[in-house]
């Protein structure tokens, strides 16, 4: 069984900065795209970041590019997103998972959601 765990979510003020952490288990996520994906209240879960399974390439939704740095060990089937300079907006419920492209759209696999972390950004 696949199993996805965030932590590292916390509350911080306006320009602060969290380092999420994604430790993957139940099966290897080696030769997958990893992506972190996060969720405001009322609003639907949008793409944030994503690394290749060789960790050599990354992408970054426009709203945190220079800001936010995905990383992985696969050695380790862990995930990061190192999150800086951080803004009100931030404020959302983070998910890591499998993330595939298609029409320049990513999403997460489907089985694979975990429970996520809560980053909350105060003014």
């Known amino acids: 069984q696949v199993q996805l765990v965030e932590s590292g979510g916390g509350m911080v003020q306006v320009g602060g900065s969290l380092r999420l952490s994604c430790a993957a288990s139940g099966r290897t996520f080696s030769s997958d795209n990893m992506g972190w994906f996060r969720q405001a209240p009322g609003k639907e879960r949008e793409f944030v970041a994503a690394?290749?399974?060789?960790?050599?390439?990354?992408y970054y939704a426009d709203s945190v590019k220079g800001r936010f740095t995905i990383s992985r060990d696969t050695a380790k089937n862990m995930v990061y997103l190192q999150m800086n300079s951080l803004k009100p907006e931030d404020t959302a419920v983070y998910y890591c998972?499998?993330?595939?492209?298609?029409?320049?759209?990513?999403?997460?696999?489907?089985?694979?959601w975990g429970q996520g972390t809560q980053v909350t950004v105060s003014s």
């Open positions: 690394v290749s399974w060789s960790g050599v390439w990354t």
């Open positions: 998972n499998a993330a595939s492209r298609s029409a320049n759209v990513w999403r997460g696999r489907e089985d694979s």
